[in-house]
């Protein structure tokens, strides 16, 4: 088998060869060059047959070649293509990376201060004691590498709604995996009706703690050995957005800042499980008494009554009248003082008296402000059938009304049934 047609253009092995495929040359277009070098300026068919190359790659080459520099139109007819010569093209070169190096060498310190300022990596051999993270994506992969380095505690300070971020950043598992480690995990939050659900799935491997107050400064430390803060961020360090930003520092200062800070939420706080048994409390059974419908809520009484038999397995049992009583004068009490006025209980008492010269079914007058005294006359509802009206609702219901007006706690008297015909019934109220 004879040398190919070529053979004599490019001896491999060459070095310029070598130079031309270190610069990015293809091989074929190397070809054409080094044939163009050899030969002389030729017309496009003739370098694609002195270099062996398919005519239809060969004008591709040619015209890669001659946008590079390397060939040269002629503007003969037919066109010709002259290489540009290896010593002008090997100064090129030479020239080319001598601006490469004095530009590297220019950008050497601000590329290389950049690049430590925006790394989300550390490791114990990192000098910075500083970074600043940017975005909630790059914030919870961050986060969620650490915690996974975590080998005692970790002590979280977030509002309410940022535990459902960071159930949707993956921050959960990290916890969750941490705590399967062995490593403590405590959360101080705020915990409401709306990010229950969240706060139940933390407590399956965290202690959790709830907080009154809002929660400022939201924050996760690490062991001793790291803190991130949240600085700000799109609708909070909790917000859908990207737009966060957090400060993670292993300075031993800042380290026990966020710590100390993470103490006082915690002492402060309320014990998770007390929270929740609180919050999923069903709240208090209300009958609506109207006017002209009163059978409506006692039918329902009834129900209830007979549920409660059917359940227990009693046949039978009483109520116990006063206590009743008490609870339906406390009520109406509440409802009387939302029309009442006066900041003192002198004024409340003239009020008090207003009210039932309008309302009430009787009159009601103050007899002596010290101590307070208040007598209810012409009340039909005091009766020889209906004791109980007088000695045990009224003195309730006059009670409830200074508490819901003034805010703290009254003792009223219960007047002397025996007197009712000739003086009416007399009341005492005292603050407690």
């Known amino acids: 088998m004879g040398a190919p047609p070529w053979a004599g253009v490019v001896r491999p092995g060459s070095a310029l060869a070598q130079l031309l495929a270190e610069h990015g040359v293809a091989d074929k277009a190397a070809r054409v060059y080094l044939a163009a070098c050899r030969a002389g300026p030729q017309t496009a068919s003739e370098l694609a047959r002195l270099s062996a190359v398919n005519r239809v790659e060969a004008y591709r080459f040619i015209k890669q070649l ?25 100064d090129r070169w030479i020239r080319r990376a001598a601006e490469r190096a004095q530009r590297l060498e220019a950008e050497r310190d601000r590329v290389l201060t950049e690049w430590r300022e925006g790394r989300t990596e550390f490791d114990d051999g990192d000098p910075r004691r500083f970074a600043v993270l940017e975005g909630r994506s790059t914030i919870h992969r961050f986060l969620a590498k650490r915690l996974g380095m975590a080998e005692s505690q970790v002590c979280v300070s977030a509002g309410g709604v940022v535990l459902s971020g960071f159930l949707d950043g993956g921050i959960d598992r990290a916890l969750r995996e941490a705590h399967g480690r062995g490593v403590k995990v405590r959360i101080a939050t705020e915990i409401y009706p709306t990010n229950l659900g969240a706060a139940k799935h933390f407590l399956g491997f965290a202690d959790l703690r709830h907080l009154v107050g809002p929660v400022l400064n939201h924050a996760v430390v690490i062991d001793r050995a790291g803190a991130l803060v949240y600085v700000s961020g799109e609708d909070g360090p909790d917000g859908k957005g990207d737009g966060h930003v957090a400060l993670w520092s292993t300075a031993p200062v800042f380290v026990q800042l966020a710590r100390d800070n993470h103490r006082r939420l915690w002492s402060a706080g309320e014990r998770a499980e007390a929270r929740l048994v609180e919050l999923e409390t069903p709240p208090t059974a209300v009958l609506p008494v109207r006017a002209g419908r009163e059978g409506e809520p006692f039918r329902r009484l009834t129900d209830i009554a007979k549920l409660g038999m059917r359940a227990s397995g009693v046949a039978e049992f009483r109520l116990h009248l006063p206590e009743l009583i008490e609870a339906i004068a406390r009520q109406l009490g509440r409802e009387m003082a939302k029309e009442v006025d006066g900041a003192t209980p002198e004024q409340v ?72 015909a000739n003086h009416g019934c007399l009341f005492t109220a005292t603050a407690a």
């Not at 010709?80 to 290896?86: G, H, Q, S, T, Y």
């Open 349 to 420: 008492g003239r009020s008090l008296a207003a009210y039932y010269a309008a309302h009430a079914q009787g009159r009601l007058a103050v007899i002596k402000e010290r101590p307070l005294t208040l007598r209810v006359t012409d009340c039909f509802a005091c009766t020889e059938d209906s004791p109980e009206i007088g000695r045990v609702m009224c003195p309730q219901l006059i009670r409830a009304v200074f508490e819901s007006r003034l805010g703290y706690r009254w003792d009223v008297s219960k007047p002397d049934p025996t007197k009712h």
């Open 66 to 90: 001659t946008a590079d520099g390397l060939l040269l139109a002629t503007g003969s007819r037919p066109g010709r293509f002259a290489a540009l010569p290896p010593d002008r093209l090997i």
